[in-house]
């Protein structure tokens, strides 16, 4: 059901772990399915200088985290706002229908760190980016409680 690129990112995933006092934290999970994505940045001179992650779920959020790090990069802050999480799946030569929100996941997991890097630094946080990070903190909440629930 993956492609090869999605396996060879999940079995050997490219900026796995965390930097240490990163500019920027972005965190991110989906309630249905409970997978979780860390992601930090550094920045220097405007350009994201190190992009690392830690993933837990299933092979298509893995191999997307891995896959959007290497698009980030060396890109402008700018540059990185613009990555879609369906360019994100073309890199990975594609996934299945029902595993798109995995490659979502990971984008918005980006934007999340991005705006958290901009918000440290009293830097004007575009609308688009403010909404979602209100998005991500209900969805969290939901799933800080059903974690709570289930014990964990
Ligand atoms: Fe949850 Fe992939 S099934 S992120």
């Not at 309630?31 to 992601?39: M, P, Y």
Request: proline content about 3%; aromatic content about 6%; some cysteine.
């Amino acid at each position: 059901m993956y492609t090869e690129e999605v396996m060879k990112h999940f079995r050997h995933p490219h900026n796995f772990g965390r930097i240490k006092s990163p500019d920027g934290i972005g965190r991110i999970g989906n309630i249905a399915c409970g997978d979780i994505i860390h992601l930090y940045i550094k920045v220097k001179d405007k350009r994201i200088s190190d992009i690392r992650f830690e993933t837990y779920g299933c092979a298509a959020a893995i191999s997307s985290s891995s896959v959007l790090t290497d698009m980030a990069k060396g890109k402008t802050i700018q540059e990185a706002l613009k990555i879609t999480n369906k360019q994100v799946a073309e890199r990975l030569g594609g996934l299945p229908i029902h595993k798109m929100h995995c490659s979502l996941l990971a984008a918005d997991a980006l934007g999340e760190a991005i705006r958290d890097y901009m918000s440290k630094r009293n830097l004007s946080i575009p609308k688009e980016l403010g909404k979602r990070h209100e998005r991500v903190e209900r969805v969290m909440r939901a799933l800080g409680e059903k974690y709570k629930e289930q014990g964990k």
